[in-house]
């Protein structure tokens, strides 16, 4: 592959359980359902690795029960929108059944009086009431990549009579079409992935590239929690079997993904901008001793992104337009 990237697409994904920044936020009134996403809420990132197979407490609307007295649950995979990065559904194991949960319905925060404590997962429902959710076929979505069954899981959760709130911007399973056909991403050998639904599980780890150029892997996926997304990509780059490698903080808004030409079942993430500007010194991350990032580091993979992550957003407005012109 050694063609030149013009025009990106669409990309990656997950949630995570190993962060820094922002502390929990006091649950509701008793009765109330969370608000996710609030305009003040702090960022609270977590890695995708840590996430899963994570406990979970199901605490009840509110977060009503104490976590010692909730059941406990294994949060097994997500689904995410490939295009945005916005997590769809959190899939949950209880007593050997795999359900998929809205990630409004999920909070992650730490102790009060510890603010860098082990997070805590809460599920504001019942889990009595994930009883009356048809089972989620995981073994089936990890095999195909992208299931189109999670259209209708807002019907169920509809007919169960949970409330879902979600925050602004994020879009409902229903509203999505999966088996959009492939589009070849402009100047590359790269076409677009044929559906916009995926697994965190099956993004961990991909291929990443700068235009043609394979610089790395996806060494972990970074969540901001609080509002349900992927926010970065650790890109784990040169070196071997880890000696001597670098790694770069990649915002996830100056990501897409899409699959080889001559493979469709290869997943990759593409950014647009040669492999030099990518590994450019404020790219680079350290883990820091608590956590996975801190805002001010976010902010700044943020600013050294900031001319493909705008690039990226104006070509996905001219194509909103382009459709809604031609009624596709």
């Known amino acids: 592959m050694n063609a030149m990237l013009t025009t990106t697409l669409c990309a990656a994904l997950a949630l995570p359980l190993a962060g820094q920044t922002g502390g929990g936020t006091k649950p509701p009134p008793k009765g109330e359902m969370p608000q996710a996403g609030a305009a003040d809420a702090k960022p609270m990132y977590m890695g995708v ?9 199901a605490t009840g609307a509110g977060g009503a029960t104490p976590t010692d007295d909730a059941e406990k649950l294994e949060l097994k995979d997500l689904v995410v929108d490939a295009d945005s990065g916005h997590t769809i559904w959190a899939v949950l194991e209880h007593d050997g059944r795999v359900v998929a949960v809205p990630p409004s319905l999920l909070e992650c925060s730490r ?19 994930l009883k009356n959710l048809p089972a989620f076929d995981l073994e089936k979505a990890r095999e195909a990549s992208f299931d189109p069954a999670v259209v209708a899981l807002d019907a169920s959760w509809t007919a169960v009579g949970i409330p879902t709130p979600r925050e602004a911007g994020a ?6 079409v999966p088996g959009t056909p492939t589009v070849v991403v402009t100047g590359t050998e790269f076409m677009t992935l044929p559906a916009r639904f995926a697994l965190a599980s099956k993004l961990d780890g991909i291929d990443v590239f700068a235009r043609s150029d394979d610089i ?50 290869k997943t990759v993430l593409v950014i647009d901008l040669p492999k030099d500007a990518v590994s450019v010194h404020d790219a680079r991350y350290e ?42």
């Open 49 to 57: 690795e840590a996430l899963l197979g994570a406990k979970v407490y």
């Open 216 to 265: 790395g892997d996806v060494e972990d996926l970074i969540v901001d929690t609080k509002d349900h997304r992927i926010a970065y990509a650790i890109v784990a780059s040169g070196g071997v079997l880890g000696v001597g490698e670098e790694k770069f903080l990649v915002p996830y808004k100056a990501l897409c993904a899409g699959h080889p030409k001559d493979d469709k079942d």
């Open 111 to 129: 102790p009060a009086d510890d603010p860098k404590g082990k997070e805590e997962i809460e599920l504001h429902v019942e889990a009595a009431r």
């Open 171 to 176: 879009p409902r399973s229903k509203d999505m």
């Open 287 to 328: 883990k820091p001793e608590t956590g996975v990032l801190s805002k001010e580091r976010a902010e700044l993979a943020d600013k050294t992104f900031e001319p493909v992550i705008k690039a990226k957003a104006s070509r996905a407005e001219h194509g909103d337009k382009k459709d809604k012109a031609t009624g596709g």
